[in-house]
């Protein structure tokens, strides 16, 4: 597998521990400032997401993708 499409699926991986540690820890938090850190993890976790599979897609798309 090439090195790019490795990176990408990498990417989509990291991504999902972000959003399991977000959740996580978003049940266990003790005030609002917490609540702050999870909930910028998650969002910035699905926007990754989005783009790399953007990206996935792009590459799948031209044959690229293996």
Sequence with gaps: MKA???NIRKTLKLVEKMIELANSGDEDRDDVGCGILYGILR???YRIKKIAEEEKNTHMEKG???
Excluded: F, I, L, Y
């Design 43 to 45: 969002d910035s976790a």
């Design 4 to 6: 790019c499409n490795q």
């Design 64 to 66: 690229k993708w293996d």
